[in-house]
């Protein structure tokens, strides 16, 4: 809903005030792009029809563990 749109505004002012500094993109990040869209669009069916709450809750604890080492060593 409401962050879904927050976080797609965000991205694309992002991308937006990339571009008008004059800066490109790689083209050979294009694949990257369309596993990232294609992975969004199976990651939102899958939570929203497949998984449980419990499951989607430990998978969210699980990414927060690995993104606090990341911050931490990484």
Do not use: M
Not at 13 to 36: C, D, H, K, N, Y
Request: glycine content about 14%; charged content about 10%; aromatic content about 10%.
């Amino acid at each position: 809903g409401v962050s879904s749109a927050f976080i797609a505004i965000n991205s694309l002012t992002g991308l937006s005030g990339r571009l008008l500094r004059g800066e490109s993109f790689q083209p050979s990040l294009l694949p990257l792009v369309i596993a990232a869209i294609f992975g969004g669009f199976l990651g939102s069916w899958w939570g929203a029809d497949r998984a449980t709450s419990l499951t989607l809750r430990r998978l969210l604890g699980v990414v927060l563990v690995l993104a606090g080492i990341k911050l931490l060593f990484g």
